[in-house]
């Protein structure tokens, strides 16, 4: 839920609540007289999935035969993730 201020309020201690957003994670709605006019709360962390392609192609590229070794690797390691029984813990 989002607390209500008035963007006076906002304006007259604007330092507290960027603290209180970057800190604490609050958000606010803001109001200019009864209407609400805009929100300040904390940005998403992580990137965003526009930035995927970018993201991918900026990775360096695998020769032929590191991709074959590294494709070895992760059927190396599905087999032995598979070969392992999962045990349930509350079964007595």
Known sequence: MHETRSVTE???HFADYINRVAYRGERFVLVRGS???AELGP???GRRLA???GLL???????ETEAKEF???LASAKATLDAVEVRDPWAS
Request: glycine content about 4%.
């Open 10 to 12: 906002i304006a007259r």
């Open 35 to 37: 209407k609400p006019v």
């Open 43 to 45: 940005l998403p962390a």
């Open 51 to 53: 930035e995927l392609p």
């Open 57 to 63: 192609g900026s990775l360096p590229r695998l020769s």
């Open 71 to 73: 494709t070895a690797d």
